[in-house]
């Protein structure tokens, strides 16, 4: 099964209260369970009811689980069409001290020409990787051209969907997305990564 890349946007600020539920029209509540257990009084017949009342309970949790997936998937596939707010690239990712010629920037750039890259980062972290952008489609040409012709090993390959627009949002705003981004993970089993516009107000 193809795994879904989850892109949540957000086209314009919008107010930290309703950044959440006004983002997507996702209603908080779909994310509360509230399930009624009735016990029966007849006891003779408590194992059967008790059998029904879980069957009952699972059938309800199994058509929650169906309508809140079909929402977010429809969902997304709304914000994955909204290429106005996101670029859908290519990443092929290298270390910088895997080879001699990645000795710096500029000999990492004129590689990435060489091979058909349309941009290269060093990323920002400590362990100095160099990410290779690509359109989608040639991120096998490119780990073939690194690890065939250069002899310089690929860490990873992946696709993601890079933001052209940001919007900033308060810190507690980012905690409750990253609550609602884990439930979702945790409720669909199907949906691999999220990619959102916002950015935290400093």
Same mark, same amino acid.
């Given at each position: 099964m193809s &795994?879904l890349k989850f892109?949540?946007?957000?086209? &314009?600020?919008?107010?930290?209260?309703?950044?959440?539920?006004?983002?997507?029209?996702?209603?908080? +509540?779909l994310?509360?369970?509230?399930?009624?257990v009735f016990?029966?009084?007849?006891? &003779?017949?408590?194992g059967?009811?008790?059998? @029904?009342n879980?069957? +009952?309970?699972?059938?309800?949790?199994?058509r929650?689980?169906?309508q809140?997936a079909?929402?977010?998937v429809?969902?997304? @596939?709304?914000?994955?069409?909204a290429?106005?707010?996101?670029d859908?690239?290519?990443?092929v990712?290298v270390?910088?001290?895997?080879?001699?010629?990645?000795?710096?920037?500029?000999?990492?750039?004129n590689?990435?020409? %060489?091979i058909?890259?349309?941009?290269v980062?060093?990323?920002?972290?400590?362990? @100095?990787?160099?990410?290779?952008?690509? %359109?989608v489609? %040639?991120i096998? +040409?490119?780990?073939?051209?690194?690890?065939t012709?250069?002899?310089?090993?690929?860490?990873?390959?992946q696709?993601?969907?890079?933001?052209?627009?940001?919007?900033?949002i308060?810190?507690?705003?980012r @905690?409750?997305?990253? %609550?609602?981004?884990?439930?979702i993970?945790?409720?669909?089993?199907?949906v691999? &990564?999220i990619?959102? *516009?916002v950015?935290? *107000?400093?």
């Amino acid at each position: 099964m193809s &795994r879904l890349k989850f892109v949540l946007f957000a086209h &314009r600020l919008l107010s930290p209260t309703y950044i959440v539920d006004r983002t997507l029209q996702i209603p908080v +509540h779909l994310f509360v369970n509230k399930i009624n257990v009735f016990s029966t009084q007849i006891k &003779r017949f408590a194992g059967h009811a008790h059998w @029904q009342n879980v069957k +009952h309970i699972k059938e309800a949790g199994d058509r929650e689980k169906s309508q809140t997936a079909l929402y977010y998937v429809k969902a997304a @596939q709304k914000a994955i069409r909204a290429d106005k707010f996101f670029d859908h690239i290519g990443l092929v990712t290298v270390s910088a001290k895997s080879s001699k010629q990645l000795s710096d920037l500029d000999a990492a750039t004129n590689l990435g020409i %060489e091979i058909g890259a349309k941009e290269v980062e060093l990323s920002s972290s400590e362990d @100095q990787n160099y990410h290779f952008h690509c %359109e989608v489609h %040639e991120i096998d +040409h490119l780990r073939q051209s690194l690890e065939t012709i250069h002899h310089i090993p690929v860490i990873n390959t992946q696709d993601i969907y890079s933001p052209k627009i940001f919007v900033p949002i308060h810190h507690d705003v980012r @905690q409750t997305l990253d %609550e609602m981004y884990d439930k979702i993970k945790t409720s669909l089993e199907y949906v691999d &990564r999220i990619f959102d *516009n916002v950015i935290i *107000n400093k």
